[in-house]
């Protein structure tokens, strides 16, 4: 199956620092990635949505100003956390639809802000 | 109302039991469904992918889709320690955008 590639698998960084999480698809041409955040024992929460070559959508409540979302090739989307706290620690996912419609997934960032 | 709904658990079952994992929606459009593992502090791995109604096997795995029930299910024979993991459902209509269940947490006992 499709393979996505997520980087780093986890952070820490100091309080008001910014940290960039990468996701490349592998094996095929990812038009779309979503981005999610997790907290312990939830489930998916859809932080945006971005489509290669346009801006992304950010749901209600998701500050785009703090979390830069790139979509600039079809193979790489990067998510960038910026000044970051404490409250932001959480674990993030990259998600991409292949041609069959199913969802793939990065391997996750935990992130921890101290 | 959640557009899915799935039994957060924990279920705790022994070794060898037959585990059966369920979904339910309100949405009449979805067409595709997905179920997910996931390991604690990974990110979901795809297990069964399903379009529309029907079953699909994949070794000791069955889904199954109840279309007219709006009504899912994940079965797992032979369950095995390794199985023990977050168990998520996963929908869409077009892959536009994809809704998850809450997912249900399994532990499988030696």
């Known amino acids: 199956g499709a393979v996505v590639s997520q980087h780093p698998s986890w952070v820490i960084c100091k309080s008001g620092t910014s940290v960039k999480i990468e996701c490349r698809s592998l094996?095929?041409?990812?038009?779309?990635m979503f981005w999610y955040r997790q907290f312990p024992k939830q489930s998916l929460m859809l932080m945006a949505t971005?489509?290669?070559?346009?801006?992304?959508?950010?749901e209600q409540g998701v500050e785009k100003d703090k979390f830069l979302i790139n979509h600039a090739s079809l193979t790489l989307s990067t998510l960038t956390v910026t000044s970051a706290h404490p409250e932001d620690s959480s674990f993030y996912i990259c998600?991409?639809?292949?041609?069959?419609?199913?969802?793939?997934f990065g391997q996750g960032t935990r992130l921890t802000v101290v | 109302q959640k557009e899915v709904e799935q039994d957060p658990g924990p279920l705790s079952v022994p070794e060898g039991a037959i585990v059966s994992l369920n979904c339910t929606y309100s949405?009449?459009?979805?067409?595709?469904f997905m179920w997910y593992r996931q390991y604690s502090r990974k990110g979901p791995e795809l297990l069964m992918y399903?379009?529309?109604?029907g079953n699909k096997e994949d070794g000791r795995f069955t889904a199954q889709v109840d279309k007219s029930s709006k009504y899912i299910s994940l079965f797992i024979r032979d369950s095995q320690p390794s199985d023990s993991a977050t168990y998520l459902c996963?929908?869409?209509?077009?892959?536009?955008?994809?809704?998850f269940g809450t997912g249900t947490s399994l532990t499988v006992i030696p």
């Open positions: 971005s489509n290669e070559g346009s801006k992304a959508t950010y």
């Open positions: 399903t379009y529309s109604s």
């Open positions: 094996d095929f041409q990812a038009t779309t």
């Open positions: 996963a929908m869409t209509n077009t892959g536009n955008q994809f809704y």
């Open positions: 949405n009449s459009a979805f067409q595709y």
């Open positions: 998600s991409t639809p292949s041609m069959n419609t199913e969802a793939f």
